[in-house]
């Protein structure tokens, strides 16, 4: 095992990460703060010709609740425009393999997953979507969840860089700017990258190959190179096949894959950047950035390590099973690492079969709060919340009122963020004890003890946590899981979004103070500290008790040689 | 601080006796319920006990759940007595001021004549007359007459104080002693609404608000409560899953066990002392002899960015006095003490006695007898702008007339009738000049003339009150930068500021002024105090964030502020300001302490319940690994968890009713310390009292 080939992977990951995010980042804080980009001599026009094509008036502020009815105006349409185009496939073009209409509550779960971000896949891509629902569906909602994500954080960044306003910005304005400029271009980038490293991208049949003995299997195809650009760049994770980056049309080469990774975190990282750009604290970007990386690498370092280890039960030093073999230990482990802290719920190996530590760190990522780079602008927005609250306690501790880049939080703002952070966690251990009791959880199962424990207790934290990967071993196309799922997709989602512009409305309306030597300065180490400290405490008090009798007691179990 | 002097040993076996017997009252669920977490602690207690003797009624008696039902109804009640100490100190506090609302009888003015009425009787605009030994029996303002009062009462300073109609000294205070003269007083206030009744309704807990900091705080402490309810319900659920799939034996996730889970986690040591903290903070600003008009003024002035000041009596004693004798060439040092000495021996005025002072200081002479030297003082006068003294002819000596003026008055004095003599030009040079490096430091040239020849200079300067430098600078430290408010002009002002360490000044600085600079620093997001006295300082008093009226001051002034200092000392404010950050200090790292515990609790009762799951004999299965405190059963984990969760809310009464320590220092030099004592002692310490409790369980055979 080569150690030293592995470590020198992760820094090149991090020495394109990390420039390219700040590039990024400042280009788009470019875009929303109207100043002149190189894109807007291309795109400009259009983009007014859309404005003005729809009828919306870009000079008309909206405050906190306008914005808010308008982005869930916006979405509930996405939703029944998703389940309209399943239930209608078949009388739909582009449907070569003539599949037929979708089940009602599979559409349902279905659309409500692509449109909150989460992407969880009940069903299987190639045996239960046509092209055309692949296309005019799924990949038009993985562009408008990931910008619905970006306006939201963009109104928030506005809240608390205004001074005594009353406006957040005007949603569509955001929504439509967050495509053309961010997601449009980047992923016609990738996309074309993809297609040079061998990504299939076609109308054509599938096709019947006859293989060696002389059994028949078919291949399926599709216009897929331009879906996984898109799915892996706004933290979507939605594949286009069922096995998702791990079959090699969506995921061919080292270097596609390497790409694919690199592009779960480019945007939520670059998005950071933004922020401090737009909120003028380039050092406060930065202690935020510092945060999210520490916990990134300490989840994969320690994934990584349980990995390698010695395994006494199977006398093996590495577990092969549920990964692919062209990629490897160390590129199953980052991109297991990456997907969850990023809220995509791709997947280029089978997370049920990592080591249940990995499974712990994995389960741990998403139940942190989405918030180590996370989705699309939910991980920003998300780790405001956590600085609210960091802001809060320590605020006290120096003796003030505690503020925030020089505006107040108080009640009003606690209120809220609390309930945003504690949303996502309630629905993750309330449907999670719903179903590990009852006959229709459990009937899914396909392992027991602690394994299947881990099974229930992942689905449900992809749901609230609007990750979309699966543990897999859980059959969740049954009735009772599609719905459960699907309300808490809609929890993760809107009991955060909500909050967040409520908070947002509120920061906006009041003066900033200045700072001075009694305030609590957010840009140090020290802060950076106190915020990762908050961040596993909360996670750690809220969830360690489930988490050691399911993963870390299948852990100790299968040390023991126990294994279910 | 001597304004310590009413302060009391932290426990008073008076207050401690009642507070016990309080912490019982205080169970009934109305009162319970005003604070959630420890309202959940006292359901889990009834349920405890529901489930305990529902059990003793089947015949199962169990130690075990009898000991966690105790120790979670001591959680209430330790919580209840750390409520009810602050309130019976607070309680010992406000009796002081409640003895000077003895029920007077007052004179009541009316048209028909006097009245005798009972002070309870005034109401607002009623006119009262006082007369020598009178109690005054309502806040009013004097709108007739000048008498001294003794404010003992309500300040603890035995000196009478001047209190006169007209002016910034016109407001009287219920409960005070006219000593000497009568006046008229318009009643300001009715019964029960008085300064003082509000600030007892603060201490006594009775009306207290609860603070804008302190809501949010409760907010998040209920999430933090809700939250754990569903972590500890859901854990239930799933450990039924491991009864239900594979038959595991889960018996040992009883109700009581689980309650005892939740009591540990939620954060029951904030929230127990949460009240207390609040109360305590009032209480100490009481001591300091600060009435606050809400608890909510409190806790603005810990955010205070910007102090206005004015420069007398604040920064300065209020006078200017003789600092410096320059002689003009050709005169000593010393006959220009001496003649300035004689001519001031007579003069009262405070500059008059300072140059008294300094000579005697300098040269060491004495003050001479005015009916031996035969002299005739000259007093100062308008038209004049001078004073001095006329000596006659003595053996030793000639005649001399001496006086002492401004520049201008000297000059147009030695210049009258006849010119000034060659000799006297050139002096009278000197003095111009010496006047103006005087005034560039910020003095006042005062010129000495004998029989019109020039001797020199006396240097008057305000002085600075000593030790106001470091009290600025201790201010900066916190963050706040200063500005002081002067009539004087811009070079006197800018030499005053640099001596007394202010960061700004405003000067030549009318009423309207002072109003404009608050509105402005309050538009760029700063919070301002302010401390005033007079009438003309109402609007600004008001319009600050946090107004401090002092008592000596007028009625106008003590209505606008929200507090007011009944000492009537200005740089009472850093005390005010200690205090608003000490209560949100302490509230932050109890909040951390709080939550810190809960690691160590999770390494108690977790692996206490989880072990049995896929164990071979029945206790030691592979979750005991975390059992890292090595504590010696289960039942004995979880009972030293909760007890320690009891005592520590004792443990930490003294320091919620002191509030832990400020030093003026930045912010990350504060949050450093308190994360280390707090976040980082919160950590460790339940680890090591939980095992230390294990162990004495253990020894008494307890468990």
Known sequence: MNYLHDFLQLLLFLILLIPLSYILGNFFAKVFQGEKHFLQPVLGKFENFLYRFSGIDTQHQMDWKEYTINLLIFNFFGFLFLVALQLSQQFLPFNPQHLPKVDLLLAINTAVSFVTNTNWQSYAGETTLSYFVQMAG???????????????????????????????????NDVTKSVLYILLPLSIIFSIILLSQGVVDTFSHYVTAVTIEGQKQIIPLGPVASQVAIKQLGTNGGGFFNTNSAFPFENPTPLSNFLEVLSILLIPASLVFTYGKMLGSKKHAWTIFGVMLFVFLAGLAVSYYSEIS????????????????RFGIFNSVLWSTATTVASNGSVNSMISSLSPISGLIAMLNIQLGEIIFGGVGAGLYGMFLFIVITVFISGLMVGRTPEYLGKKIEAYEIKWSILAVLLPSIAILFFSSVAVVSKNGLSSLLNKGPHGLSEILYAFTSAAGNNGSAFAGLNTNTNFYNILMSIAMLIGRYGVIVPVLAVAGSLVKKNIAPATSGTLATDNFMFAFLLVAVILIVGA??????????????????QSGITF | METKKNSKALFDKKIISKAIIDSFIKLNPLSLIKNPVIFIVGIGAALTTLIFFTDLSEGNFSAFNLQIMLWLWFTVLFANFAEAVAEGRGKAQSENLRKSRTNTIARKKTDAGEVKVSAIELRIGDVVICETGDLIPADGEVIEGIASVDESAITGESAPVIRESGGDRSAVTGGTRVLSDNILIKVTSNPGETYIDKMIALVENAKRKKTPNEIALSILLSGLSIVFIVVVVSLKFFFNYYHITLSQDVSSVSIPVLTSLLVCLIPTTIGGLLSAIGISGMDRLLQHNVIAMSGRAVEAAGDIDVLLLDKTGTITLGNRMATEFIPAPGISEKYLADAAQLASLADETPEGRSIVVLAKDMFGIRE??????????????????????DLPATEKSHTKIIRKGSLEAIKRYISEGTKIDPNSQGNFMFTQMVGVDIALEGGTPLIVVENKNI????????????????????????????????????????????????????????????????????????????????????????????????NSGTQAAREAGNMIDLDSNPTKLIEVVEIGKQLLMTRGALTTFSIANDVSKYFAIIPAIAMSLFSTNGFNGPLSVLNIMRLSSPQSAILSAVIFNALIIIFLVPLALKGIKYRPESAINLLKRNILIYGVGGLIVPFIGIKIIDLILTFLKLV
Not at chain 1, 541 to 558: A, D, N, Q, R, W
Request: hydrophobic letters at 45%; zero cysteines.
């Open chain 1, 138 to 172: 799924m990949a038009v909602q993985n562009f408008l969840s990931a910008a619905t994500g970006i306006a939201v954080m963009v109104a928030l960044i506005r809240g608390i860089a205004t001074r005594n306003g009353k406006t957040i910005g005007n949603f569509w």
């Open chain 1, 541 to 558: 008090l809220t969830f360690f008790p489930v988490l050691s009798i399911g993963p870390f007691l299948e852990h100790l179990l299968m």
């Open chain 2, 455 to 550: 001797l020199g200079v006396i240097q008057l300067k305000d002085v600075v009150k000593g030790g106001i430098n470091e009290r600025f600078a201790q201010l900066r430290k916190m963050g706040i930068r200063t500005v002081m408010i002067t009539g004087d002009n811009k070079l006197t002002a800018t030499a005053i500021a640099a001596e007394a360490g202010v960061d700004d000044f405003i000067s030549e600085a009318k009423p309207e002024d002072k109003l404009k600079r608050i509105r402005d620093e309050q538009s760029s997001g700063k919070m301002v105090g302010m401390i005033g006295d007079g009438t003309n300082d109402a609007p600004a008093l008001a319009q600050a964030d946090v107004g401090i009226a002092m």
């Open chain 2, 368 to 389: 001479r007898n005015i009916h031996e030297l035969d002299a005739h003082f000259v007093p100062f006068s308008a038209q004049t702008q001078m004073s001095g003294v």
């Open chain 1, 310 to 325: 010695y395994n006494h039960v199977f006398n093996t030093q590495k577990i092969m099973e549920g990964k692919e073999l």
